[in-house]
């Protein structure tokens, strides 16, 4: 619960991340650094203002939240008090890091800011192991999220530093002409944030108020963990919008059709075998990592994974809308999964509890992504379809070969670590020769594997000169310049 009302504080972002990003992205592509240093300052300001309203409300609002939202805990009423004044440190950090993460990600250095990600999380692990050890309970935990959380702002800072030197943090440099265009920007795109939040978090809060706690813990560990693995295909996404930008400012629609075309491949290439497999092994994953009594998440996980995935599809086309300033598709989708989750589930939780979070989630998800794919190639007069065949069908294809061979042979032997793994190599080589032999790399592809991993020669022979993306150009070409 103290995790969901921290997710739910980013409500409260109006869209800025997305608007500092795309704005960085363009002011530094036209090298404009005194148009730059106006907009950094004016987002601290302004980020550093939201961080006291954040902890503020926090503070003033305690006793009602404490005692709606722990009802039924048996965590003592004092004890809950310090741990939400950790939560407020919390909240404050990560709602300063938000501003310096987006300068980086608009920036395109998505290896440092993947890398602090990565120390965020390792570090706030280990952190919660050690603290658990030493009996410290919930209290270390929130030990290690708020130490994570403000080493991770100073990395933040540390970077941006040395990035753009040619920007000083400076308050007095705000300008109040520059935060009415942030905010006029950031409204518009505040919707799709929502959609976000509300999607994560809104079953836990209907769970524990109509179920119980405990249902809660269930819940997020299917969820927590879907969500974490979509993060791995999502990864793909994190340039895209600041590269439209770029583009946009550019003028460059062909790269924009490129671009395009790109982030759907590899998204497929990543996020289909990783679902698969994922559902292919998850009831013996979750017997293994949290034991049989649980194995009741296991098909919660399954499905969250795979609507997940479905909405991570619209992330190439809702990007790029962004980064040229479009964004009635994505706001009209966004809306529209709002509604449908705040209503399916309020009555689906009251009616059938845990399940009924599960279902009400997946629905409002699948309709209002599959509403967004619509809008997206009705307005640029694309062929999904072709998109699906020239890009998904190829992973979908050789991904659900391999898990059917694996189940065949494996399916009477018992769970254990060593047969996840083994069985998780074995689909990840037969995966990569399946692709290559069906010609889905072309020279392009080769190219990026090369600055990583040397190629053999006989993988070099399958993989065409003609890229794939060819095929979709005299459709895509005229789509994405509408795009412009």
Known sequence: MFLAVSGATSLADVGLVTTLSKHVAEF??????????????TGFVLYLGLACLLAGTLWVSSPFLL????????????????????LILLVFANTITLLFSSVVTGLQ????????????????????????????????ILYAYVIAAWFTSLAYIYVVHHLLPEIKLNPAACRWTVAREILSFSMKTYITQVAVVIHNQTEKIYLANFVGVASVGWYDIASDL???????????LAPVMPAASELHALTDRSRLAHLYYRAHKYLAFIGVPLVVYVVFVSRGFVQLWVGPTLSVIAVPLSVLLVVNFINLTTGPGLQILVGGARLRPGVYSALLGIVLNLTLSLFLIRAYGFQGAVIGTSLSMVIASVFFLYMF????????????????????????????????????????????????????????????VFRFFDRLDLEIAERFLPIPGMARRLIPDVELGSTLLPDSESTQTTIG
């Open 377 to 436: 190639h009705c307005e640029t007069a694309g062929s999904y379809s072709n998109l699906i065949r020239s890009v998904y069908a190829k992973p979908i294809l050789c991904s659900l070969l391999i898990v059917g061979l694996l189940w065949a042979v494996t399916r009477v032997a018992q769970p254990s670590w060593r047969r996840l793994a083994t069985e998780g190599v074995i689909f990840g080589v037969a995966y990569l020769v399946l692709l290559l």
């Open 226 to 236: 879907a969500l974490k693995l979509r993060g791995i295909p999502g990864l793909v």
């Open 28 to 41: 530094y592509a036209l090298k404009d650094f005194r148009s730059l240093s106006r907009f950094i300052n």
């Open 109 to 140: 250095r998505m290896d440092l800011s993947t890398c602090i990600g990565s120390i965020n999380l390792l570090l706030s692990a280990s952190l919660s192991v050690m603290f658990l050890n030493w009996s410290l309970s919930l209290r270390g």
């Open 67 to 86: 005692r709606t939202l722990f009802r039924t805990s048996s965590v003592p009423t004092p004890e809950l008090r310090i741990l939400w004044r950790y």
